[in-house]
């Protein structure tokens, strides 16, 4: 937990939430900081929580995509946030 917490603080981890939508699902953007066509990074979508009950209670649905149209897709969603 801590690390998490460091991540924030030093911008490894930037989190956003709707203002007007309650959304459920969650987007999880892992991406390296210079665009590369070889593995550039995933995005994770889905239900679960970074939480003990999201992570190892509950059983939750997620999908990895890899597709840097997809990358691109979250990423351009997530900053309009």
Do not use: W
Not at 4 to 18: L, Q, S, V
Not at 42 to 47: C, D, L, M, N, P
Not at 58 to 80: G, M, P
Request: hydrophobic share 35%; with cysteine.
């Amino acid at each position: 937990m801590c690390q998490f917490i460091e991540d924030i603080m030093f911008g490894r981890i930037i989190m956003r939430i709707h203002p007007k939508q309650n959304i459920h699902a969650k987007i999880y953007i892992f991406r390296e900081e210079v665009y590369h066509p070889h593995g550039y990074g995933s995005v994770i979508t889905g239900s679960s929580n970074l939480t003990e009950a999201g992570l190892e209670n509950n059983f939750e649905f997620n999908v990895e995509l890899r597709y840097d149209d997809n990358i691109k897709f979250a990423t351009e969603t997530f900053e309009k946030l």
